[in-house]
Antibody, heavy 118, light 108 residues
Framework: EVQLVESGGGLVQPGGSLRLSCTAS????????MNWVRQAPGKGLEWVSY????????YYTDSVKGRFTISRDNAKNSLFLQMNSLRAEDTAVYYC???????????WGRGTLVTVSS | EIVLTQSPGTLSLSPGERATLSCRAS???????LAWYQQKPGQAPRLLIY???SRATGIPDRFSGSGSGTDFTLTISRLEPEDFAVYYC?????????FGQGTKVEIK
């Protein structure tokens, strides 16, 4: 069974940092391109960042460039998102999602909530 | 950036009825690079349709997608109780990948 399990969310003050993790099982993680997608409370979905299977290609949405860093450890079947200089507008549930090519998202975790507030 | 506008915002229907959801793009989506997702409260999204009309693995055939260019449609032929949820479209023609704002299908 394909599983993606996120962790690391929580309450952080504006300007603070958090590191999210996603652990994969049930499929060949090292061969899969991965993403972070977020959803603000009561809002729609927003793609945040992409990393190719070999980490050779990385993309970010404009609003997080220079503040967030995506990475992965294929030996540990893990995906990460280092989030620095957090803002109130970063408050959201963050989903780890696998993508076919860089097209549609065909596997998702259950998400981890990040709340940025003083 | 391609903006996707979904309509209606909310669709109130009864089980057994047909649901027609629309997704309109601000510019043409090449090669029908459009997907549809279903999301239930407290759950992650689930892929339903990709490439505008191809059903994902395990998706019942009451779900169908159509369209091209700037206008796309998700049709649920006969609503089952488990189909009441929020539906999102997503384009993967250009970066950044973008989603519509969602259509909620609720029980009438």
């Amino acid at each position: 069974e394909v599983q993606l399990v996120e962790s690391g969310g929580g309450l952080v003050q504006p300007g603070g940092s958090l590191r999210l993790s996603c652990t994969a099982s049930g499929f060949t993680f090292s061969g899969y391109n991965m993403n972070w997608v977020r959803q603000a409370p009561g809002k729609g979905l927003e793609w945040v960042s992409y990393i190719s299977s070999s980490s050779s290609t990385i993309y970010y949405t404009d609003s997080v460039k220079g503040r967030f860093t995506i990475s992965r450890d294929n030996a540990k079947n893990s995906l990460f998102l280092q989030m620095n200089s957090l803002r109130a507008e970063d408050t959201a549930v963050y989903y780890c999602a696998g993508v076919v090519g860089f097209r549609y998202f065909d596997r998702w975790g259950r998400g981890t909530l990040v709340t940025v507030s003083s | 950036e391609i903006v996707l506008t979904q309509s209606p915002g909310t669709l109130s229907l009864s089980p057994g009825e047909r649901a027609t959801l629309s997704c309109r793009a601000s510019q043409s989506v090449s090669s029908s690079y459009l997907a549809w997702y279903q999301q239930k409260p407290g759950q992650a999204p689930r892929l339903l349709i990709y490439d505008a009309s191809s059903r994902a693995t395990g998706i019942p055939d009451r779900f169908s997608g159509s369209g091209s260019g700037t206008d796309f449609t998700l049709t649920i032929s006969r609503l089952e109780p488990e189909d009441f949820a929020v539906y999102y479209c997503q384009q993967y023609d250009t970066s950044p990948r973008t989603f519509g704002q969602g259509t909620k299908v609720e029980i009438k």
